[in-house]
């Protein structure tokens, strides 16, 4: 059995909807959560008005469960419809997971 794998994908906003669609055409379905989040960084670069005034730049956090077999495929196939902009990943394992 695969060891369980949570699976961070980090978008700018303005691309998250095509992210999303891509990872529910995926060959088996994926379970993900999605969430607005606030990135801070020294070295950022703010790009719109609205982000040189906030100090910050808008991006979506894709939380998606995967296993060892298939992250890489996941991370390729959501990185698809991407062809200017980056997305970041945080791979971590699972230790546990249930219902409580």
Not at 59 to 85: F, G
């Amino acid at each position: 059995m695969a060891n369980n794998y949570l699976l961070q994908l980090i978008v700018d906003g303005k691309v998250a909807h095509e992210v999303i669609d891509q990872l529910l055409t995926f060959e088996t379905p994926l379970k993900f959560n999605v969430e607005a989040i606030s990135a801070y960084h020294a070295a950022q670069r703010l790009s719109s008005t609205s982000e040189q005034v906030s100090g910050h730049v808008k991006r979506i956090k894709i939380e998606v469960l995967v296993t060892e077999d298939n992250y890489q495929a996941v991370i390729k196939h959501a990185k698809e419809p991407l062809t200017y902009s980056e997305m970041r990943y945080i791979l971590m394992p699972i230790t546990a997971l249930g219902i409580a």
